[in-house]
């Protein structure tokens, strides 16, 4: 009884700390954290006489996450790869727990439309052999074999009709291999291209996002691009290397550490309005063609063209 008593009074005492206490940004993945873990002891522990406010609460407010923590076409607000699969996996947390609780009902009918969108982003910028390109300040850790794995499975389980997911999550061993071989991100400024989803592929990331908050995990590089050929990764991000601001981290992050264009090797200016402006997909090749006004004076327009699926072509146009 006192073990049991104990535990329930730190149960009690830890939801009410976080319900006096939110994290001040509405749309960040801590918020998120919060939120999930006031929806759950809502819906664990109905005993306690707070526990209607608590699930109220956090109900409200998972139900507008779905929508804060993802941009229209479903790729994380802070761009961050890494803290994209952790919010899809926050959110499946909520969808089960609900589910098993038999309150689903109680979930938004674009709930899970939008966690699949969001899934489907992590389908398309995923390397072949399960690895990701470190892009802004994602850690190469939380984009390994095992973690992929892991999470493709919920999402086959969550979506049993996409068998693309569940040939991901057991590696060819069950399931469809998908088929796509272009994709794209407009609003957040993400396209890839593809011959297959076989290890000895061809594929290619190019990112050129629209941020005009200046986000703390986006870095200024748009334009960059990252390349795959048969188990090697050419044209590496350089990632990042702390969230500390000493020379490290201004050195990762600095354009000139990216595959884009820059004057002078200057940085490019941080608001960062990437533009989508066109592009092609037929038998013959793929194009993509975007834009950034890279600095007061210098805008740079990037074409990328896909031919035959076996080589690229970069065109690059630099005006002002």
Do not use: C
């Not at 700390?17 to 993945?29: C, G, H």
Request: proline share 3%; no cysteine.
């Amino acid at each position: 009884p006192e073990v049991l008593t104990n535990f329930l009074v730190a149960f009690h005492t830890h939801i009410k700390n976080i319900t006096l206490n939110w994290y001040e940004t509405a749309t960040s993945n801590i918020r998120l954290a919060q939120e999930q873990t006031v929806f759950t002891a809502g819906v664990l522990m109905p005993e306690f006489k707070d526990a209607s406010s608590w699930y109220q609460a956090g109900k409200e407010a998972v139900t507008a996450q779905v929508h804060n923590q993802f941009n229209e076409d479903g790729v994380h607000n802070e761009f961050d790869l890494g803290y994209h699969i952790g919010a899809v996996a926050n959110l499946y947390d909520v969808y089960k727990v609900a589910h098993v609780n038999a309150k689903s009902q109680d979930l938004p009918a674009d709930f899970l439309p939008s966690l699949r969108n969001a899934a489907n982003f992590v389908e398309d910028i995923m390397y072949p052999d399960y690895s990701m390109e470190i892009i802004n300040d994602t850690h190469a850790d939380s984009w390994n074999e095992s973690t992929l794995t892991k999470n493709f499975k919920k999402y086959s389980e969550v979506f049993p009709d996409d068998k693309g997911f569940e040939w991901i999550a057991f590696k060819g061993a069950a399931g469809v291999k998908p088929v796509t071989t272009f994709a794209s991100y407009p609003v957040s400024g993400y396209y890839v291209m593809r011959n297959g989803w076989e290890k000895n592929s061809v594929m290619l990331i190019h990112k050129n996002s629209n941020d005009p908050r200046d986000l703390y995990h986006n870095h200024s590089d748009n334009g960059h691009i990252s390349l795959y050929v048969n188990g090697r990764h050419f044209l590496p991000d350089a990632g990042f290397y702390t969230y500390n601001d000493d020379s490290n981290r201004k050195a990762y992050r600095e354009s000139s550490m990216h595959n884009t264009i820059t004057k002078e090797g200057q940085n490019l200016i941080e608001k960062r309005a990437g533009m989508f402006l066109k592009s092609e997909t037929s038998t013959d090749y793929q194009l993509v063609v975007t834009e950034n006004e890279s600095y007061s004076d210098l805008t740079h327009r990037r074409a990328i063209f896909f031919v035959d699926g076996k080589f690229f072509v970069v065109v690059d146009e630099a005006y002002g």
